[in-house]
């Protein structure tokens, strides 16, 4: 199972890195401009899924470390992950949890601080799941604010469902 979760972090990946590649073409004024309509810049949109990955990662770390027994990832874990999946992808705007909420986020950021940051996170997050212990790899571990417990192959997916939900959001923004 590891090998699937490393494809579909690596996807994931991919992804980030396009959307990075879409924002080169925009100027740093445009990207830090919130909408007259309210709402987070492009790049505080960015700020928002880099925090969560952050948030997310350094949980998992914490609960592992911990040690103790984790329940298997089954069929409430996948009804989780239909859950997050229709929860995200509907247009109704949903305020943030208050960890990664926009209090928490910058005014202003460089395109090339948040690339760096994204990439070296992505990083983290492969090395990391390169390094999941097998006994680890059927386990419930991450809890996801909303949905609960999920895992590894529904982690991902939340962080894709989110990324693609984020994305719409940037380029309403840039539009």
């Not at 990946?13 to 925009?26: D, F, G, M, N, R």
């Not at 969560?52 to 027994?69: D, F």
């Not at 996170?121 to 571990?141: N, S, V």
Request: hydrophobic share 40%; charged share 25%; net charge positive.
């Amino acid at each position: 199972m590891n090998e699937t979760l490393l494809r579909q972090n690596a996807s994931y990946t991919i992804a980030v890195q396009k959307l990075l590649e879409e924002l080169q073409s925009y100027d740093e004024v445009l990207l830090n401009r919130r909408p007259e309509s309210g709402g987070w810049s492009a790049l505080q949109v960015i700020e928002h899924l880099i925090l969560s990955e952050t948030l997310s990662l350094q949980y998992v770390r914490k609960k592992i470390s911990y040690g103790g027994t984790f329940d298997k990832r089954g069929l409430a874990s996948m009804w989780r992950r239909f859950l997050l999946w229709a929860y995200l992808g509907t247009p109704i705007k949903f305020k943030a949890p208050v960890l990664v909420a926009e209090d928490k986020l910058p005014e202003h950021s460089s395109l090339a601080d948040v690339r760096n940051r994204w990439e070296k996170l992505r990083a983290d997050w492969t090395q990391f799941l390169e390094k999941l212990p097998p006994e680890l790899t059927d386990r419930a571990i991450y809890k996801h604010p909303v949905a609960g417990r999920l895992g590894w192959p529904e982690t991902i997916a939340f962080f894709n469902i989110h990324f693609n939900r984020h994305c719409k959001q940037i380029r309403r923004t840039l539009a």
